[in-house]
């Protein structure tokens, strides 16, 4: 059973930092892609960032720049650095462990997911 974690969502003000913070476990972690997603109230989620298990990584483009995702493979752990936040970054933030290697920004290829962990941006 594997089994997302997230955490280090709240509350920043606009141009802010946050790290978002996803702890995995019930598989070799190294061997497959993870990626981020997010949920604005009223939206579809949309995809964020991934990486993949050689470390090749995808960004959407309305965070390029500003959020970096990173994985720590020894803590079994997948990081979502963000910087320079603003209002339309508020959303729920998903884990999502994907079933092959590679970063791809589909959610179809994750089958698994985490509860979520709430950011907002205000103004």
């Known amino acids: 059973q594997v089994q997302l974690v997230e955490s280090g969502g709240g509350l920043v003000q606009t141009g802010g930092s946050l790290r978002l913070s996803c702890l995995a476990s019930g598989r070799t972690f190294s061997m497959f892609a993870m990626g981020w997603f997010r949920q604005a109230p009223g939206k579809e989620r949309e995809f964020v960032a991934a990486?993949?298990?050689?470390?090749?990584?995808n960004y959407a483009d309305s965070v390029k720049g500003r959020f970096t995702i990173s994985r720590d493979n020894a803590k079994n752990t997948v990081y979502l650095e963000m910087n320079n936040l603003k209002p339309e970054d508020t959303a729920v933030y998903y884990c999502a462990g994907g079933r092959r290697g590679g970063a791809t920004m589909n959610n179809l290829d994750y089958p698994y997911w985490g509860q979520g962990t709430l950011v907002t941006v205000s103004s």
């Open positions: 990486i993949g298990w050689g470390d090749g990584v």
